[in-house]
């Protein structure tokens, strides 16, 4: 049965169980049976919802992908009556009331949502390995490294054939570092595009996005279409496109002109394989007929990662606070490392964060004077394969350090002190091309065209490549991935059985 529930993508299973040739239950059996067969290994479901999957299954759906199976991220993706941890011991009891609008609109397309996958404590790491759970995330590639994160569970989840699509967000790269590390497309929107209510007008400042991670194209379009609008409210409203993004990817794109970099943005070390995905990316288009040449916005990388991690501070400090006040949580609910970056949240004033958040817009003005001379801009998505699982845990002697830190409240003098661009550079340096995508509010998308083998006697990992379009330009960027998608097709590759 998994053979051929693998076969189907979310848009063919859905039109299955519209022609009845399968019911919503027998598919949504086939997600079980596989998660079952999977999950034990890899973690990413953390939290089942198998009966509440089945009431809904038995019922009439509706919707552009009725009856089919379906999975949240643990993180701002409310289910009324269904603990919603984001990752964190603080909150690993906390039920929501309500749904978030996203939610809604996943449950609106008929999707059966039998689960949430595993996320790391407040999205806040590119490896999912949250301590309230029993065990990390792993990578279906090579269950020794992480699938990336901040959705690593929805990435090993499709990766591994649980489900076709499931859903993810971006606030610093969620979507497209897990998408490249598990060898799946990951389309990040357009800051606006998708809501993040109710209880939020923007998500990090605007930096997060919601959506998902999915083995096709025409699913992720096709999942924008659903889930993409407005809702009451919202800050703005962006511009709706002028046909729906499925119609859309039926045209091949116009010619384009592409300007390309292998250099990090840090200065940091960008590993072979990396590079040699770019290389592969850039002769592939040439054939398709598109201009390529090397080239990259005038944006001071350095200066762009410390206004990152300054946002990325207050909002560890924000949702520590919040967790708190929900809950009562003391210091024990935190991972060491949260409390760390919520210290050094605390550290920052409000004059720092505001002049911080100020510099977004000449980054977003350096990447609109690029895109007038080029229609998207190529890297790779990340500077490194995945990690080991546990290569980056934090060593003990910096563990024990860290707690006199916080038993000192010594947040400020660690900003004196400069231990900042040493967080940056250990942080990112891994990560560093796409974190521009997100302080600029544009859509970016990460495209499976490359595996290797990454080092001496290991198995072929995926390695992505990530363009990023102008603001609202979703459909140029799908465009192009459904003609590369045509043109070296990836859903046939899959991971050995872990």
Known sequence: MFDEY???????????????????????????????????????????????????????????????????KDMAQDYAGVPSPSGSRALRHWVPDRHSEVVRRFLDAGLVVFGKTSSPEFALKA???????????????????TPGGSSGGAAAAVAAGIVPVAGASDGGGSIRIPASYCGLFGLRPSRGRVPNGPDEAEHWEGASSHHVISRSVRDS??????????EHGAPFVIAPPPQSWADAIARPPRRLRIGFSTRSPLGTPV??????????????LADLGHHVEEAAPAVDGPDLARCYVTMYFGQTAAAMARA???????????????????????????????????????????????????????????????????????????????????????????MLTGMV?????????????????????????????????????????PFGVQFIAPFGDEATLLQLAAQLEQAAPWAGRRPAEP
């Open 6 to 72: 693998a076969e189907h993508d979310a848009t063919a299973l859905a039109a299955l169980i519209a022609r009845r040739e399968v019911s919503s239950g027998e598919v949504l059996d086939a997600a079980l049976a596989r998660a079952a067969r999977v999950n034990p290994t890899l973690a990413a479901i953390c939290l089942p919802m198998e009966p509440m999957a089945r009431e809904r299954a038995a019922g009439p759906l509706d919707g552009p992908f009725a009856g089919v199976p379906f999975l949240l």
């Open 127 to 145: 490896e999912t390995a949250p301590r309230v759970w029993p065990q990390p995330t792993r990578n279906p590639w090579d269950p020794a490294r």
């Open 221 to 230: 379009a096709r999942m924008l279409d659903a889930i993409a609008g407005a």
């Open 271 to 284: 590993h072979a394989q990396c590079v040699a995905a770019v290389q592969r990316a850039t002769a592939l």
């Open 324 to 414: 708190r006040a929900l809950t009562g949580a003391g210091d024990d609910g935190f991972e060491l490392e949260t409390r760390i970056l919520g210290l050094l949240g605390r550290a920052v004033s409000a004059g720092e964060y505001v002049s911080r958040h100020a510099r977004w817009n000449g980054f977003s003005h350096a990447l609109a004077d690029f895109h007038q001379r080029y229609d998207l801009y190529l890297t790779p998505t990340t500077a490194q394969p995945p990690n080991r699982i546990g290569e980056l845990d934090t060593p003990p002697g910096q563990r024990r350090l860290a707690r006199l830190v916080l038993a000192l409240r010594a947040g400020r003098l660690l």
């Open 421 to 461: 661009d040493e967080l940056v550079e250990t942080s990112l340096s891994r990560v560093p091309f796409t974190q521009l995508s997100n302080l600029t509010g544009t859509p970016s998308m990460s495209v499976p065209l490359h595996w290797a083998v990454a080092e001496e006697g290991g198995p072929a990992l």
